[in-house]
């Protein structure tokens, strides 16, 4: 018993900003932005919130899954920027969506948080405790960002992607997920610091801080040996592979992998262009644009991958 995608769905906020917008406010420019990384827009939210755009997201999924949402046993919801502290996100997602007999818990594993929901509900879902998951990636970003750090703020976005997974004979075929929290710093963000009275001198809130050149160097020689031990596993070559949907970092990481696994570029669609890096909503976005686009049939084969902060990855193949 595997787990196999039966709906997926994503939700963007309303407001785009470009590149050329980003220049006006900070000194940069689109040569810069877009030649280092391929982004040259993203959305950030004004109005939306993590909850909200991932309840959006969901009733599409559900929709598409023609399931309700009280037929749902469980919501996990991958992010590191929800509305609250406490509750989740996904007990709220629980809430917006009226899931009464599900159980709702987040995780966090940054850019790999989608692909970790989904092993999550594997686990469950074959062990036979569940039968129906609801697995979403949602991040608002941008409240995360350090807008006078040019370095960083130009790269993420929001938005939030979901995919309605149960119970099946096929489906997701191979996993593989892993941490290394010695790395911890090269992509880091404090929580909300200490300022209890015993505290002399509470330090100001923190933002996003990343050493990019490392996480490049992470990204690109952990991806492919991922995607390589899952294809391995389940007795696949690259070339059945008809698409690899990868995390939206960064162009020059999606050419490098694509290169290291000897794979057509053109089986590594994209939608950093328009989305930035949207952490753990990146996979499940592109997995939702991929699909509404009608590029999946029955049967075919798909790599997914995360990789981010922690540091985290993992890598499945599944069958559509
Ligand atoms: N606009 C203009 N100039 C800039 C900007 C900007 N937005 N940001 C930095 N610069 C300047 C720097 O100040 C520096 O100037 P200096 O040489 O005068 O000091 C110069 O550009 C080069 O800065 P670097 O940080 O060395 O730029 P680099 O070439 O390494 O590119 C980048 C940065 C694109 C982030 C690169 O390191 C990279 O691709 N990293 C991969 C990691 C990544 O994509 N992370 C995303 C999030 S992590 C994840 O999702 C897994």
Known sequence: M?????????????????????????????????????IRARHLAKEETTA?????????????????????????????????????TACEVQSLIGADHAVAFDVNAACSGFMFAMNTAYA?????????????????????????????????????GAAVVTADDTGLMKFTQGSDGSKGMVLACKNRLNNNPLVQNPTEPDYVYMDGQEVYKFAV??????????????GLEVSDIKYFLLHQANIRIIQSVAKRLKADPDKFPTTLEHCGNISAGSVPILLDEVNKK???????????????????????????
């Open 294 to 320: 009608g590029m999946l049939q029955r049967g075919d084969k798909i790599v997914l991958a995360g990789f981010g902060a922690g540091l985290t990855w993992s890598a499945s193949v599944m069958e559509w």
């Open 2 to 38: 595997t787990i196999r995608i039966i709906g997926t769905g994503s939700c963007l906020p309303e407001n785009i900003v470009t590149n050329d917008d980003l220049a006006k406010i900070m000194d940069t420019s689109d040569e810069w932005i877009s030649s280092r990384t391929g």
């Open 221 to 234: 020689s952990t991806v492919p040996a991922s995607i390589k031990k899952v294809l391995e596993e389940a």
């Open 52 to 88: 909200q755009m991932s309840a959006k997201a969901a009733k599409q999924a559900l929709e598409e899954a023609d399931m309700k949402a009280e037929d749902l046993d469980l919501i996990i919801v991958g992010t590191l920027s929800g509305d609250y502290v406490t509750p989740s």
């Open 124 to 160: 469950y879902i074959h062990s036979g405790i569940y039968k129906n998951a609801l697995i979403i990636g949602a991040e608002t970003l941008s409240k995360l960002m350090d807008w006078n750090d040019r370095s960083t703020c130009v790269l993420f976005g929001d938005g939030a």
